[in-house]
Structure formats: structure tokens, C-alpha cells
């Protein structure tokens, strides 16, 4: 059975007839949260996949106020067992549903499990929403399902927001049988796990893609600060569970010593999705013309150090030399994945490590990022930097180390991204010989000012790096107060409107809330700009 989640038919239920026939049209006001649209509550979803089964047994493990319990009743000839260890069902109206069954008993009870066998195996899917939110339970009961042979499906609720939930549950299950619906459910996540081939649902193709990584422990290295020593491999490795555990083509470099921790959170059903490349870190080299230059890190670190001397700046104190150089390595490690090509791929991405960092919607939304395939070299655009101060006063732009565009993720097929790290490199050579270069993110502005056909941008800030690649689903004041202010300032009027649409058609499509004093001014620096191209024209 291929269940399509159709958006559309899921936000047209009609919850008010439902509602009616209940005879409970006084008191709707108990019921508001059901007139959420999908992606922000659950219970049209429920409501919706309990309509696609009839004259069924349908199961919930955990009662919690009875809200969603009424929702998978929406269906009135399924009858719905609903088990809770406590009664915590208040609302008489949702209690006296002729097709709801409340029970009071723990299914992680074996005796109980034994007594309640048949009806759970004779159930056409499970909803599972437990209060702890710890993932272990869950991951728990997953199991006493594979065990029974359960040949249904499961829902399960908030699989994003709780780190445990990602950590003990969702990550640990094979990515095969599992379909990530929050687009359709509730805003802290929703997923399905299958027990079968026999259900399908909505699933991205990303098969096309190679994602690059990597970590080295830069506290080895001689310049390593206090505030990088702070900071140890299981601190990088707790927030790397999340990318370790990404159902896509990987290529992590590591050096030595953290090849088998790393290992150990990559799971097994992913071997095949895997490459490891083991390397020394010093090692590195730039390529000039596509030939490997004679010098490694260790003797562009040097170089870097006594640059920061002639040309001092501001900057954080993890930014040593060779965290510099560990950014840089990134197109290197790139441009060697592109010339490999183990998986056959078309596109390309860097993630860093540690993504979850940032927050876990970046990861939330990869899958939606992947899937619109875009061909040009991607990042994020986070402010503008005017191009008459990064072209003409390369002194002046390197003193404060102005950056304007996010390194931590970008994608591109073959032909792009190859071509915008090989510039990259190249520009970080040059800068260097000048005596400047303090941040990867410095050369993108002069790189792409220089080759403006092969970028296409989208805009957010640091924390939305990935949730705001398709649309500006998070902060979207950021893109109007930095970029699109700074910009139309400085005349950089293209980018400025493309800006404006970006986030204006994010609105309009209900993905982003703007205040309505932000709104006011996307509105007006909108206006002007299209009347300035329109006054171009004539």
C-alpha cells in the first residue's frame, strides 16, 4: 500500500462536520488546537491516515489529555484502544466516544504485552507518544514490535526536538523503513516506521549526492588555544550523532586516533554509504593548475602566524592558524571526493561535523534541502559586504575579518563545486602571499564578486544554515535587517530583490512568520527596488 500524504486533502478536514456530529458545537472552543494547520499540530495527520483504513483497530500508547486519542477516532467505524498507565483524560465529551477504548495498562509490562497480543498485532498502526520523551522507551517498544512480528506501522511523535528522542530512537532505526512526515505533523517531529514493504509513504530520492565531513583534533596541533583545548573529541563527537547518523553517501576524513570512535557511531546498515579517509593533518596540500603544490599545513600555518603579525585583526581565539587551515582543507578534501567519485554522484555537499551545534532543524530539514538539487555552488548569504571594500581595500576588509557568506554547509553539482574550491584554494594562495588571510568565509565574497555565474545564494543567518536553504523557514528578520538593508545601501540592487522574493515568497507561502514592522520594511525596499529596474528599463 503507497500512501501518498497529500498536504492539500490533509488541511481540508473538515473538522467542524466531525465535530457537529459529536454534537459538541457549543464547546468547540476545548477543540481550537485541531484547526492548527499541518506542520504546526499532528491531529489532521492522525485524523487523515485513520480515514485511509475502515472497520479497523487502531492503537495508541499513550493517552496523555485525550486530544489526539479523539483524532484517530475521526474515522468512526475504526475502534481505537488507547493505553495509558494513568488517567489523565479529563474532557467528558472526548470519554464518551463510542469508538474510543481507554485502557490502563503498561504495554512495557511483559504480563501485559501477553494479554494484549492479538489486538495489538490485529491493529492497522500504532501511534506512539509517550510523556518521557527519552528515546529508550521508545526504542523499547520498537523492538517488542519486531520481536511479535507486527506487520503494521508506527507513528511516532516528537522524533526531532528532544536530543534524546534523535539519539536513543530515531537514529538507531534503519532509515529504510522509516518516513519523516513532520511537513505533514506536529512541529517537533513526526515519523513513521514500517514493518513491511507493504506501506510506502512520501520519500525523497537523495540517492545522487556524496556529503563530505570531516574532524581532526586540532588541540595536537602547536598553536592549539586554551579555548581550543577546551573543547575534546567526545564534545565534537556528541554533536556529530546527528551527522554520523545521515542516511546519505558520506566521505568522512579523520586522523588516526578518531577513526574507531567515529566508526562506532556510523551505523552498520550504512557501510555501504561510507568512506573513511584516513589522513595526517600536516599533511595537506594546496593544488595550483591542478597540480599538488611542495608545501603542507605545517608550513602554511608558519606563514599564517606570521601574518596575523603584520596584518593583525580581531578575532575569536579559537580561530588559530590551523583552524584557519582546517577550514581551508575543506575544498581540498572536496575536490578529491569529486575526482573519486566511489558513489557516482552528481552533487556535492559539505556538513560540518558538528552540525547539530547550530540546531537540530539543519537537520531536520537536509532531506528538503537535498531535494532541490540546485546545480550552482550554494551557501548561504548571512550580510553584504560591499564590493567596492573587498576588491579595492583588500587591507581595510581583512582588519576586522568581515565575513558575509556561511561555509559550514554548501552544495553544487560536479562541475560547480569542483570549480568554486579550486577558486577558493587559488584566492587563499594569493591572500596569503599579500600577508592576509584570517577566515575561509573572507574568500568567498572576492571569489564570487569575481564569478558571480556560478553562485546561487539563499539567506539566514548561522543557526538556519540548512533550515533556510529551500525557504526561510527560521529568523526572518535577519535576512531583511542585514542583508537586504545592507545591500540596497550599498546599491547592490539584483541581489537585493532576489533577497526580497526569497523572503517574501517564504511568507506568502505561510513557511515564515515576519513581525509586522520587518514586513512593512521588506514591503518598501521591495517597491523601490522593482521601481529602479523598472525606471532602468524605460
Not at 516506521?193 to 602547536?222: E, G, I, Q, R
Not at 577550514?327 to 566511489?342: F, G, P, Q, W
Not at 563545486?417 to 591572500?431: R, S
Request: one cysteine or more; a negative charge.
Amino acid at each position: 500500500m503507497n500512501i501518498i500524504i497529500d498536504k492539500e486533502k490533509i488541511n481540508n478536514i473538515k473538522f467542524d462536520d466531525y465535530f457537529s456530529s459529536l454534537s459538541v458545537s457549543k464547546e468547540i472552543y476545548q477543540f481550537r488546537d485541531f484547526y492548527a494547520k499541518s506542520g504546526e499540530k499532528n491531529f489532521r495527520l492522525l485524523s487523515f491516515i485513520s480515514s485511509l483504513f475502515n472497520n479497523s483497530s487502531i492503537i495508541e500508547v499513550g493517552s496523555n489529555d485525550g486530544l489526539n486519542t479523539l483524532a484517530l477516532s475521526y474515522n468512526q467505524t475504526n475502534i481505537i484502544h488507547s493505553f495509558d498507565i494513568v488517567n489523565n483524560v479529563k474532557n467528558d465529551i472526548i470519554k464518551e466516544q463510542s469508538n474510543i477504548n481507554f485502557q490502563y495498562y503498561d504495554l512495557w509490562d511483559k504480563s501485559n504485552q501477553e494479554l494484549w497480543l492479538n489486538t495489538i498485532l490485529n491493529s492497522k498502526f500504532i501511534f506512539l507518544n509517550i510523556d518521557t520523551h527519552n528515546g529508550s522507551k521508545e526504542y523499547e517498544f520498537y523492538n517488542f514490535l519486531k520481536k511479535i512480528n507486527y506487520s503494521g506501522f508506527l507513528i511516532c511523535d516528537n522524533i526531532w526536538h528532544f536530543k534524546n528522542m534523535r539519539d536513543n530512537f530515531w537514529y538507531k532505526l534503519n532509515n529504510d523503513f522509516c518516513y519523516d512526515l513532520t511537513e505533514y505533523g506536529n512541529w517537533s517531529g513526526t515519523g513513521i516506521v514500517t514493518f513491511n514493504n507493504n506501506y510506502k509513504f512520501n520519500k525523497n530520492d537523495n540517492s545522487n549526492w556524496t556529503l563530505v565531513t570531516a574532524y581532526f583534533d586540532l588541540t595536537k596541533c602547536p598553536d592549539a588555544s586554551k579555548e581550543i583545548k577546551e573543547r575534546d573529541i567526545n564534545y565534537y563527537l556528541n554533536n556529530a550523532i546527528s551527522t554520523l547518523h545521515l542516511p546519505y553517501n558520506l566521505v568522512i576524513y579523520c586522523d588516526e586516533e578518531s577513526l574507531l570512535k567515529i566508526k562506532a557511531l556510523r551505523p552498520s546498515y550504512l557501510f555501504n554509504k561510507t568512506q573513511y579517509v584516513v589522513c595526517n593533518f600536516d599533511d595537506f596540500c594546496f593544488k595550483k593548475n591542478n597540480l599538488k603544490l611542495n608545501d603542507t599545513f605545517k608550513t602554511y600555518r608558519n606563514k599564517i602566524i606570521e601574518n596575523r603579525k603584520s596584518h593583525p585583526y580581531y578575532f575569536d581565539k579559537r580561530n588559530t592558524a590551523s583552524y584557519y587551515l582546517f577550514c581551508m582543507s575543506r575544498y581540498i578534501m572536496l575536490k578529491e571526493v569529486i575526482d573519486n567519485n566511489i558513489f557516482n554522484s552528481t552533487h556535492f555537499c559539505w556538513i560540518n561535523f558538528c552540525m547539530e551545534r547550530m540546531g537540530y532543524k539543519n537537520i531536520m530539514y537536509l532531506d528538503e534541502a537535498l531535494s532541490v538539487n540546485r546545480e550552482k555552488f550554494s551557501t548561504c548569504y548571512i550580510d553584504y559586504v560591499p564590493h567596492e571594500l573587498v576588491l579595492n581595500d583588500t587591507k581595510e576588509y581583512f582588519k576586522f575579518g568581515r565575513c558575509s557568506m556561511c561555509s559550514g554547509f554548501f552544495t553544487g553539482n560536479t562541475y560547480y563545486m569542483y570549480n568554486v574550491c579550486d577558486l577558493i584554494e587559488n584566492k587563499f594562495l594569493e591572500y596569503l602571499e599579500q600577508g592576509y588571510g584570517h577566515a575561509d568565509e573572507q574568500i568567498y565574497s572576492p571569489v564570487y564578486f569575481q564569478n558571480e555565474n556560478l553562485f546561487e545564494h539563499y539567506y539566514g543567518n548561522y543557526q538556519e544554515m540548512i533550515t533556510n536553504y529551500k525557504y526561510i523557514r527560521e529568523d526572518s528578520s535577519s535576512p531583511i535587517v542585514n542583508f537586504i538593508r545592507n545591500s540596497f545601501k550599498y546599491h547592490y540592487h539584483k541581489k537585493s530583490l532576489e533577497a526580497c522574493n526569497f523572503v517574501l515568497n517564504s511568507y506568502n507561502l505561510e513557511k515564515c512568520n515576519i513581525e509586522p514592522e520587518k514586513l512593512a520594511w521588506l514591503l518598501w525596499y521591495k517597491e523601490n527596488l522593482e521601481n529602479y529596474f523598472l525606471s532602468n528599463i524605460k
